[in-house]
């Protein structure tokens, strides 16, 4: 068995990223070193050089695109996981394919995103998977076993408005206020007027509880942080729980 990874200061969570594309290793070493909490550790490679450049970075987490090449991801994925099984992994794809998603998660995969993620959801992941809950992506629709009961849809006492409802979408993609006004074309007042009735309908403590909520109704079985699935105190928690 491998030995625990180590993080070089407190609370800051170490994340390997492995893409075959440049440009995309170029792009999430700046997504996960502009988040709170997190620090891109070691040289950004190809799969192909994952157990290496993990033995190397000593990562908490390694996060993988998982595109084209499938099968050679996956079994990266797998290879990691019995060499280094106190790291997480989250896995950036391109497939809603709902037995894409099975198959990455039977693979060892603590993590599923669509590629176009935000930095948020991504750092929300991350800590997610760390701590040992599994993540989908709120874009996806996971086609569960037949053999497992299918989850009532989540209904709130009192029915959210069409507009609530726009913005409960928005808040489940990790946005700010202030990106949440700009995409429903409202003021930043009126956004956080609608989380307050969203969390008061929900009955939900915070934001991250509100998703969670709705998050573990699409999918059961799966956590994405929140009341259930993230760490008490974790500065992702903590930005999606401010702009209340």
């Keep these: 068995m491998s030995a625990p990874m180590a993080s070089t200061a407190r609370g800051v969570t170490r994340v390997l990223l492995l893409a075959d594309a440049p440009v995309l290793r170029r792009g999430l070493v700046s997504m996960i070193n502009e988040t709170a909490g997190m620090q891109s550790v070691g040289t950004p490679g190809e799969l192909r050089r994952a157990l290496t450049l993990a033995e190397s970075a000593r990562p908490d987490a390694v996060v993988v695109e998982l595109g084209s090449g499938r099968a050679a991801t996956l079994n990266a994925c797998r290879d990691l996981r019995r060499r280094f099984p106190r790291v997480a992994i989250v896995a950036l794809a391109t497939s809603e394919d709902p ?9 060892g995969v603590g993590g599923y995103l669509m590629i176009n993620t935000s930095p948020t959801l991504l750092g929300w992941a991350i800590l997610a998977a760390r701590a040992g809950r599994i993540v989908v992506d709120p874009q996806i629709r996971r086609v569960e ?41 409202i003021s930043e007042d009126t956004v956080k007027s609608h989380v307050k009735a969203i969390l008061r309908k929900l009955g939900a403590r915070d934001r991250a509880h509100a998703v969670s909520l709705v998050l573990s109704s699409r999918n059961p079985g799966c956590a994405a942080c929140g009341g259930h699935g993230m760490p008490a105190g974790s500065s992702i928690a903590q930005d999606l729980n401010a702009e209340i």
Excluded at 99 to 107: G, Q, S
């Design 99 to 107: 037995a894409v998603v099975n198959e990455a998660l039977a693979a």
């Design 145 to 185: 076993p037949s053999a497992t009961p299918a989850a009532k849809p989540f209904t709130p006492e009192v029915p959210l408005t069409r507009r609530e409802s726009d913005v409960l979408d928005e808040l489940l993609q990790g946005q700010s206020n202030r990106q949440i006004g700009r995409n429903l074309f």
